[in-house]
């Protein structure tokens, strides 16, 4: 069985300052790991994904986020916020053990403020 | 964006009525998703297909079902519906092959009063 955990509910930065948002995740087989951005109101768009390539991942709008087997995380970084940024965030797994019955699990989100 | 359409996008209905939802592509995708996302729960999976006339449940399959009679289309259909089931319901596709990544619509924000 999978899961995955996102250790902060909300996170608030200052604007210009780094982002970390934080994700665990546990799998029985080797992972495929996402990270999806949901804005006000919106529906869900890809930031990056992780699927057994390069361990170092990086995605739209200057995040990244490194896969690390041995502390089963996969942590989305930014060097410097923006205000544009302030969104709810879903760290997602997918064992892909079975092909084609690709079926996702989320974690349960984190809200990323930023302080102008 | 992938092309995925959603309809209706809001609704309200009243306890005990039926609902039917409906996704719509034009990415010829082969798989489709219908999820439900709820504060502090993330998004769930309802029902999913992997093939016209094929579907599977989810983790928080009672109280729906599904139906899909073309590619392009994937119903959802709350039988009777409850308040429990108000919350905001979103579907996806997936491209076999490749990059495993679900492509969303914009979501329908049901109310059952």
């Known amino acids: 069985a999978q899961s995955v955990t996102q250790l902060d509910s909300h996170v608030s930065v200052s604007e210009g300052t780094p982002v970390l948002l934080r994700c665990n995740y546990s799998?029985?087989?080797?992972?495929?790991l996402f990270w999806y951005v949901q804005h006000p109101n919106k529906g869900l768009q890809l930031l990056l994904k992780y699927t057994s390539a390069a361990t170092l991942v990086k995605g739209i709008n200057g995040f990244e986020a490194e896969f690390k087997k041995s502390e089963t995380s996969f942590h989305l970084t930014k060097p410097s916020a923006h205000m544009s940024d302030a969104a709810e965030y879903f760290c997602v797994v997918s064992d892909r053990v079975d092909f084609g019955n690709e079926k996702l699990t989320f974690g349960t989100g984190t809200r990323l403020t930023i302080i102008p | 964006d992938a092309g995925i359409t959603q309809s209706p996008r809001h609704k309200v209905t009243e306890t005990g009525t039926p609902v039917t939802l409906r996704c719509h592509q034009t990415?010829?995708?082969?798989?489709m998703y219908w999820y439900r996302q709820d504060p502090g729960h993330g998004l769930r999976l309802i029902h999913y297909s992997y093939g016209v006339k094929d579907t599977d449940k989810g983790e928080v399959s009672d109280g729906y079902s599904v139906s899909r009679s073309k590619t392009e289309d994937f119903l959802l259909t709350l039988e009777s519906a409850t308040s429990s089931q108000t919350s905001v319901y979103f579907c996806a596709t997936l491209e076999r092959g490749g990059s495993y990544e679900q492509y969303f619509g914009p979501g329908t924000r049901l109310t059952v009063t």
């Open positions: 990415e010829n995708h082969r798989y």
């Open positions: 799998s029985s087989y080797s992972p495929s």
